[in-house]
């Protein structure tokens, strides 16, 4: 596969980007979650697949979109959220603890049953922070390519069947109340507040020679940040957020291959019977995080829900639940998940 000249690959990724762009508003007006990423996704996987010539996204613009999706997720560990948390940290933690048990045994079986290796089969399986584990999953030995298909599909399923479980199960109403809107901070100075701490971030994540460094730098700093109350950091501007997920869907979609579809048809059918398996084995802990705390059938099942944090904390919402519960169990599985993921690509590599 030929490689395209400097000029002519610049061309190129600034047409990858446009139709992106056309692609996510696309997927905006449909609904569908992460549309930027979905979307990068798409016209990536459409460039490898018609144009002959081989296209990456620059190694600094990939880093740079690990650092800004560190500093988005970051930015919900709010210490309000984390006191939540601290009012019923034992089953929380409990819970937490056998959702990642669960998600590596799926990983697991996945390897056993389909043509992929352990490590990309738990990446794929991880409940928690999919843009997150997406984006680090080839630095530390999985297939991204294999490992964002899986990501959002659970995701995607979790999307259509929450709200239609809220209704029949828990008698919600499962529509998708409005979430409150970002900061009141000028964007201009949000823009330049992100930046900073991402740069800085990932400079410190490298230093202290943390995993994935360009992710969980950003991700620790920003989340020590928001213990101080900064005003610059309540939120990232939405533009940049889109922008860095488009660029890992981007860096995904631009890597399939003939050979990698084929692989992936062969995982699907395994792969798609694990989630489905994970999404309603994660409903019964919910049903046991509230016999546990006292709290409602759906809250329980809100909190539990393995993955799509931003269209579960919209239907808790709009159904009445307690978003402060719901929120602080997503963000601390999130955690959790994110920062065991390299640990466990070791350990499986090594076994």
């Given amino acids: 596969m030929r490689v395209p000249r400097p000029g002519r690959r610049a061309l190129r990724l600034l047409l990858v980007a446009v139709a992106v762009a056309g692609v996510a508003l696309a997927l905006e007006q449909v609904g569908l979650p992460s549309p930027h990423l979905f979307a990068g996704l798409l016209v990536g996987l459409a460039y490898a697949f018609l144009v002959k010539d081989e296209l990456r996204t620059p190694t600094w613009l990939s880093t740079a979109a690990?650092?800004?999706?560190?500093?988005?997720?970051?930015?919900?560990?709010?210490?309000?959220?984390?006191?939540?948390?601290?009012?019923?940290?034992?089953?929380?933690?409990?819970?937490?603890?056998?959702?990642l048990l669960l998600t590596v045994l799926a990983g697991v079986l996945l390897?056993?049953?389909?043509?992929?290796?352990?490590?990309?089969?738990?990446?794929?399986?991880?409940?928690?922070?999919?843009?997150?584990?997406?984006?680090?999953?080839?630095?530390?030995?999985?297939?991204?390519?294999?490992?964002?298909?899986?990501?959002?599909?659970?995701?995607?399923?979790i999307v259509v069947l929450m709200p239609l479980a809220v209704v029949v199960l828990f008698d919600?109403?499962?529509?998708?109340?409005?979430?409150a809107a970002g900061g009141s901070t000028p964007w201009p100075l949000s823009t330049l507040a992100v930046a900073a701490v991402a740069a800085v971030g990932a400079l410190l994540g490298r230093l202290?020679?943390?995993?994935?460094?360009?992710?969980?730098?950003?991700?620790?700093?920003?989340?020590?940040?928001?213990?101080?109350?900064?005003?610059?950091?309540?939120?990232?501007?939405?533009?940049?957020?889109?922008?860095?997920?488009?660029?890992?869907g981007a860096q995904v979609g631009l890597r399939f291959t003939p050979d990698t579809l084929r692989t992936l048809r062969k995982v699907l059918p395994a792969g798609l019977a694990l989630i489905v398996g994970l999404i309603v084995v994660s409903g019964g802990l919910g049903v046991l995080l509230s016999e546990l705390t006292g709290l409602s059938p759906l809250d329980g099942y809100l909190a539990t829900t393995p993955g799509g944090i931003f269209v579960v904390l919209a239907v808790a919402t709009g159904s009445g639940a307690d978003g402060t519960v719901v929120l602080a169990v997503q963000v601390l599985r999130m955690l959790v998940m994110l920062l065991a993921g390299p640990p466990l690509a070791r350990l499986l590599r090594n076994r």
């Fill in 172 to 179: 919600g109403s499962g529509e998708q109340g409005a979430l």
């Fill in 208 to 248: 202290a020679h943390l995993p994935a460094p360009s992710l969980l730098g950003p991700l620790i700093l920003t989340a020590v940040v928001a213990g101080f109350d900064v005003p610059l950091l309540e939120g990232v501007p939405g533009p940049i957020t889109a922008a860095a997920f488009a660029v890992i």
């Fill in 66 to 99: 690990q650092a800004v999706i560190g500093v988005v997720m970051g930015v919900l560990v709010q210490p309000d959220t984390l006191a939540t948390v601290a009012g019923y940290w034992l089953p929380i933690t409990l819970i937490t603890l056998a959702t």
């Fill in 111 to 157: 390897a056993r049953f389909a043509p992929v290796d352990r490590t990309t089969a738990t990446f794929g399986m991880i409940a928690g922070g999919a843009a997150g584990i997406v984006a680090v999953s080839n630095e530390l030995g999985a297939d991204g390519r294999l490992v964002a298909v899986l990501q959002y599909l659970r995701v995607l399923l």
